[in-house]
């Protein structure tokens, strides 16, 4: 079986693409005797996992199965940890396991700045010891134990504006839940300057999605409207150039 690697930011990143793959009628691995060999190997068996730590966890990937292929997405619990956990996957990986792989992607926010600002910034503390390097991700592949492995990356919301996956969800939500997302807009106009000391610069945006998420999943997480509800969707890809080039460039690379 072939695997594909995702590696994002965090748990909403990960439905996110969880989304696009469910659409594509992937189904998700819940046990763990439906997984490759590679992927059984590195599940945690025990707990603690961390020197007795009990308030330290593993975050463990999520998985997703279709035809022959494994789709494997990892949160890396921001970005500044996603270029050490792909060369730490791929740096403890056997030649036969790297066989396996297609190829790896890595999913960022591009924040405040152009999504080639960002990438620089990503490589700006660059380990010279890793397996990859910023000339890896531009040329496309590296080179690991003689094994060629595609690289790729994508920037939120459109892999060149400034932004984060809140834009490329509000793109949606500016489709499907245009009535929502006008409540919400009013509803913040109304919100006293007192109560958003706190903000930073995409705490507003953060904010409009968990207002129209809540009325879909009332008390339940973000993570889950945007795997289950329609911010990605068949109509919102119609009418949002956002959305639609985020699930093509998904589905390019896993079929």
């Known amino acids: 079986m072939r695997s594909f690697i995702f590696f994002v930011e965090g748990v909403h990143d990960v439905n996110c693409v ?40 593993i ?14 997405v990892v949160s890396s619990n921001g970005a500044t940890n996603i270029i050490n956990d792909i060369d730490l996957y791929l740096s403890n990986m056997t030649k036969a396991e790297l066989k396996q792989v297609n190829g790896v992607c890595a999913i960022f926010d591009a924040d405040q700045n152009s999504a080639q600002k960002s990438f620089d910034d990503k490589f700006k503390k660059y380990n010279k010891d890793m397996v990859i390097n910023k ?29 984060t996956l809140e834009n490329l969800l509000l793109e949606g ?16 106009s109304k919100v006293d300057e007192r109560h958003k000391y706190n903000w930073s610069i ?9 207002c129209i998420a809540n009325v ?8 889950t409207s945007i795997r289950y509800d329609n911010w990605i ?22 079929e």
């Open 173 to 188: 939500a500016k489709v499907v839940y245009s009535d929502l997302l006008d409540s919400v807009n009013e509803y913040l």
């Open 233 to 254: 969707s068949d109509e919102s890809m119609s009418f949002s150039y956002v959305i639609k080039k985020f699930y093509d460039f998904i589905v390019d690379l896993v």
């Open 18 to 57: 969880a989304r696009v793959l469910l659409l594509r009628h992937f189904k998700e691995a819940n046990n763990i005797d439906q997984l490759p060999q590679m992927w059984k190997d590195r599940i945690p068996r025990t707990y603690p996992f961390i020197n007795n730590r009990l308030d330290r966890h």
């Open 135 to 163: 000339k890896d991700f531009l040329v496309g592949h590296c080179r690991v134990r003689g094994e060629i492995i595609n690289l790729h990356y994508y920037f939120f919301p459109d892999n060149s504006s400034k932004g």
């Open 59 to 72: 975050p463990m990937p999520s998985f997703f199965m279709k035809n022959n292929l494994c789709v494997t």
């Open 216 to 223: 879909f999943q009332p008390g339940g997480a973000n993570q």
């Open 202 to 210: 995409s705490s507003e945006n953060k904010v409009k999605v968990g």
